[in-house]
């Protein structure tokens, strides 16, 4: 294999979007045509008994997933699996299709190993997506699906959007995810309020008795998180992803106004949010952490803190595909060092 520091220059010098088709053709390969990767499979993919755990029925062999946003359309599940990770979220899926925000509407900022995104949920709609997981689903690594409402729908009718996707797509993913906290769609962050998320999960739990999680914003108040997380659990969520990308765009020099920020600049007030929604719910759902993992030594952090799983995404445009592999690899002897047998027993070491 080529060393990923060697490609990274030239994918650089195309436009952010377009490096992301690039991978994207490569990566949907092995789902397209089923190609024998198998020595890059077994070199890549990390199982062992030290991070193998039991969540939402399947078996995880290792606790770091693909993050929502990469695989919009499920086209990439197979090569995900080739690049290590345990688990793939796809999404976010609305029920229309939708082309996203006017073009540009993705940024690098390398120097801060961060990526700015106002995509605004393109995706090839939910027939599409259906019809390709009805092909893979069950896989031999869970998948989630992650919904949001289409743009144009108003927020008085949004429920509608996501009861839709959850009848359509229940069956076809191990769990579901809730995105009311992406910033790239005007009004949904006003439906992170509890009269919202009481309906939704009140008319979701009459659909399915899948997992649905919630996943949330970094950008309320911690006091803000606590308490709608919390009420989400009563209501029925069966976990909380924290968090979504941030509208702080002081954490770059020269950004654009619009958009989410990922990666590195979002480690700790991500972190920030998981850990105070952790002190509260850890050990009373499944709690997920997501932005600026990078390093093994940041995802067992968040594994202590209380997260039973961690996702990536922007840490794979500046680290390459072997950092998933190297993560869970130092991952091992972190959890050893600790004097720990199994995964199970670090998570939410801080709180106990």
């Known amino acids: 294999m080529i060393p990923y520091n060697a490609i990274k220059p030239y994918l650089f010098k195309f436009q952010p979007e377009n490096a992301h088709h690039i991978a994207e053709f490569v990566l949907r390969l092995p789902n397209l045509c089923q190609l024998p990767f198998n020595f890059f499979l077994e070199s890549h993919f990390i199982s062992d008994d030290v991070l193998t755990q039991e969540l939402f029925g399947r078996k995880f062999y290792n606790p770091v997933g693909l993050g929502a946003g990469f695989d919009k359309n499920a086209t990439m599940i197979r090569g995900m699996q080739i690049l290590g990770f345990g688990f793939t979220e796809i999404g976010t899926v609305t029920p229309l299709p939708q082309p996203g925000n006017p073009k540009p509407r993705m940024w690098r900022h390398p120097e801060q190993e961060s ?57 076809l993913g191990d769990y579901l995810v809730i995105n009311i906290s992406s910033p790239n769609t005007p009004g949904l962050r006003d439906l992170q309020n509890e009269e919202f998320i009481a309906k939704l999960f009140e008319e979701a739990k009459k659909i399915t008795d899948k997992p649905i999680l919630l996943k949330i914003a970094p950008d309320m108040s911690v006091e803000d998180a606590v308490s709608l997380t919390k009420m989400a659990v009563e209501k029925g969520a069966d976990g909380i992803i924290a968090t979504n990308t941030t509208i702080d765009y002081s954490l770059v020099p020269n950004p654009a106004d619009k958009g989410g920020l990922s990666g590195a600049v979002l480690k700790e007030k991500s972190f920030e949010i998981f850990e105070a929604i952790a002190k509260e719910l850890y050990g009373k759902t499944t709690l997920i952490s997501v932005g600026g993992i990078d390093s093994a030594k940041e995802a067992y952090r968040r594994i202590r803190a209380g997260a039973s799983l961690v996702q990536i995404l922007s840490g794979l445009i500046f680290h390459g595909p072997d950092m998933i592999m190297n993560i869970n690899k130092e991952l091992i002897e972190l959890i ?11 998570i939410g070491a801080d709180r106990k």
Do not use: C, W
């Not at 605004?120 to 699906?145: A, D, H």
């Not at 050893?336 to 670090?346: L, R, V």
């Open 336 to 346: 050893k060092a600790d004097g720990f047998s199994n995964i199970t027993e670090a």
């Open 115 to 171: 990526i700015q995104n106002a995509m605004g949920f393109n995706n090839e709609g939910l027939l599409k997506v259906q019809k390709r997981l009805k092909q893979l689903y069950p896989f031999s690594t869970p998948i989630g699906v992650n919904i949001g409402k289409n743009k144009v729908t108003p927020e008085n009718e949004a429920i509608n959007d996501y009861t839709k996707l959850i009848q359509t797509l229940h069956e």
